[in-house]
């Protein structure tokens, strides 16, 4: 996930990003993120009459750095299944198609 970013232009460090989906709770996000006591505002709202959206959240010890909201067609990075939607920068990633729209990437 580390190269899919520098390969991107961005060199920052990280350690966590989370992918804030929409109605996440402040606290949970903190404890994805490894912060302590943050306050948030500006979430993605739990909203089934709105366009859905949510937000990639780059933290580096503890500390939010970068945010890049998505929209259902800017996601360009999902984590199946029920866990944490947490990846790392040595998380390894695999394309997927989609023969209805722009392929994504996600954990191998």
């Given at each position: ?20 989906n929409e ?82 990437l996600q954990?191998?």
């Open positions: 996930m580390g190269d899919v970013f520098a390969g991107s232009g961005w060199h920052d460090t990280w350690d966590v990003m989370v992918l804030a109605g996440i709770e402040p606290d949970r996000l903190n404890r994805l993120g490894g912060a302590t006591d943050l306050c948030w505002f500006g979430l993605p709202p739990a909203d089934f009459d709105r366009w859905v959206w949510g937000l990639y959240i780059f933290f580096r010890d503890g500390q939010p750095i970068r945010a890049v909201r998505w929209e259902p067609h800017t996601k360009l990075i999902r984590i199946p299944g029920p866990g944490d939607q947490v990846l790392h920068p040595d998380t390894v990633m695999a394309p997927m198609a989609n023969p209805y729209g722009d392929p994504w954990p191998a």
